[in-house]
């Protein structure tokens, strides 16, 4: 059975290279809050229409050189003037993005015509209750494992991000914010 993902994690994790680079933003002109705001708009509703999106980081625990990881993730909400992602501070994941915080997410329409995307990112932890409500709430399903005073629900602010929008219908499309 072929399965369809798997020629897209396959490609994440060859693009894992762009995890280590610099930030976006490094020594280039701010982008106007506005145009911000609109990418970040565009780039959430792109993510809600994935049935789940690839959060990639870096595991450099252990010995040898650091390894990629990959793992589908689902929980985003936009709050603040940003776009946040959820987790708990007792998994790998947190325990790299702490470490690491250059992430890089992809997600792919359920008609891979429609599109898909990569979002290079820094994720930046975000302690606030407010911050940990508004993800929570965002997100249902996950008040039966997660509450904001619970003590291991943490959640990540993505900034410094750029965004690249890809489709089979036209030319592909860079949004920063």
Do not use: H
């Not at 490094?26 to 792109?46: T, Y």
């Not at 040898?64 to 992602?85: C, E, M, N, Q, S």
């Amino acid at each position: 059975m072929k399965t369809p993902f798997l020629p897209f994690v396959s490609a994440l994790c060859l693009a894992f290279s762009a995890v280590s680079a610099p930030a976006a933003g490094d020594g280039e002109a701010a982008v106007p809050a506005d145009a911000a705001a609109e990418a970040r708009a565009e780039v959430f509703a792109f993510l809600k229409d994935c049935p789940a999106f690839f959060l990639a980081t870096v595991d450099a625990a252990g010995e040898g050189a650091p390894v990629p990881r990959v793992r589908p993730f689902g929980a985003l909400a936009l709050w603040d003037g940003a776009l946040y992602i959820q987790t708990g501070n007792f998994k790998a994941v947190y325990r790299q993005m702490t470490a690491n915080p250059r992430v890089e997410l992809c997600a792919l329409k359920p008609d891979r015509a429609d599109g898909w995307i990569r979002i290079e990112a820094t994720a930046v932890p975000d302690t606030r209750r407010e911050a940990l409500s508004a993800v929570l709430d965002a997100n249902p399903a996950l008040r039966g494992m997660y509450d904001e005073d619970d003590g291991k629900t943490a959640v990540f602010r993505l900034e410094n991000a750029t965004a690249t929008i890809s489709s089979f219908r036209a030319p592909p499309r860079t949004l920063s914010f």
